[in-house]
C-alpha cells in the first residue's frame, strides 16, 4: 500500500513512519510512504499557503493553489484522497479495515482554521476525524489513521498478534496482562496465569475481557451479545453468567 501525505510539516512524520511495526512495514515493502511538503508547491515568493478567511474569523485558511498543485504534482487525480478534519466521519475499525484494502490512499493535513472548501469539493475529498477534539493540525490524525490501518494490512503484524485481533476476543477490551516476576512487593499476578492450564488461561482472560468491556463499555458488550460467534460450552457458560449479572 502507498499513503502519500500533503502537508506543511513533513518533519513532524519521520520517527512515527520509521519506527516499530510502521519501520517494519515498510522495510518488508508492505507499506510506501511519501511526504509531499505543500509549501514547495506555492507560486507566493514568501511560500505562503495561507490567507485570512473570507467573512472574517480568526485563523488562517489554506488557500487553493499550493494544494491543488500539490495534488496535481504527485498524482492524487482520480484517487481516493482523505481531508483530515474534526468535521469528517469518525475513523473506527471499519474505516480502517475498509482503507486497509486500498493499494494507495493520499491524506490531506490542513492546519489553523482549516482549508479552502474547493480544495475538498473539486477533489471530492473523505472527511476523516479521529475525535471530538480540535487538534491543532491534521498531522496527529494522520498519523493515527496510518498507524491503525496500516497494522491490518497482511503480513504487517506477526502471525501471532493476527491470531489474537482475529480470536474470539475481538469485539472486546483487552484482558489484563501480567507479566514477571509472579509477586512483587506484595502485589501478585492471579494463580490461573502461572498454573500452565492453557484451557483455564484461556477462560481466565476470556472473562477478564468480558467483564472490563461490561463496565467500561457497555455499547461493545451488548454488540458483542448479540453479534455471531462460535463459544465452547464453558466459553457460553461464562458469557451466560457476565450477561445475567447487574
Ligand atoms: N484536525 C484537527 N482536529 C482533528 C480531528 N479531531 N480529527 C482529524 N483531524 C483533525
Not at 48 to 71: I, R
Not at 102 to 126: N, P
Not at 169 to 190: A, W
Request: hydrophobic share 35%; glycine share 8%.
Amino acid at each position: 500500500m502507498k499513503i502519500t501525505v500533503l502537508t506543511q510539516f513533513p518533519e513532524m512524520f519521520g520517527p512515527v513512519l520509521d519506527s516499530s511495526i510502521l519501520g517494519r512495514a515498510k522495510e518488508k515493502g508492505l507499506l510506501k510512504t511519501e511526504l509531499v511538503n505543500i509549501r514547495d508547491y506555492s507560486v507566493d515568493k514568501h511560500r505562503k499557503t495561507d490567507d485570512a478567511p473570507f467573512g472574517g474569523g480568526y485563523g488562517m485558511v489554506m488557500t487553493p493553489q499550493p494544494a491543488f498543485d500539490a495534488l496535481k504534482g504527485c498524482g492524487a487525480e482520480g484517487k481516493r484522497i482523505l481531508y483530515m478534519s474534526p468535521r469528517g466521519r469518525m475513523l473506527d475499525k471499519d474505516l480502517a479495515c475498509e482503507l486497509s484494502k486500498e493499494e494507495e490512499l493520499f491524506i490531506l493535513c490542513g492546519h489553523y482554521e482549516g482549508v479552502d472548501q474547493r480544495i475538498i469539493d473539486a477533489w471530492s475529498m473523505e472527511e476523516v476525524s479521529i475525535g471530538d477534539y480540535i487538534l491543532t493540525g491534521g498531522e496527529l490524525a494522520s498519523m493515527v489513521l496510518i498507524d491503525c490501518v496500516a497494522r491490518l494490512i497482511p503480513g504487517c503484524l506477526s502471525d501471532e498478534d493476527a491470531a489474537v485481533s482475529e480470536s474470539i476476543y475481538s469485539g472486546l477490551l483487552e484482558y489484563d496482562q501480567y507479566t514477571k516476576p509472579r509477586e512483587f512487593r506484595g502485589l501478585n499476578v492471579p494463580d490461573v496465569l502461572w498454573g500452565g492450564n492453557h484451557r483455564l488461561i484461556h477462560l481466565w482472560q476470556y472473562e477478564n475481557a468480558l467483564r472490563l468491556t461490561k463496565k467500561r463499555r457497555p455499547d461493545l458488550f451488548e454488540e458483542y451479545v448479540r453479534s455471531e460467534k462460535s463459544l465452547t460450552k464453558d466459553e457460553k457458560k461464562i458469557l451466560d453468567t457476565v450477561f445475567s449479572e447487574y
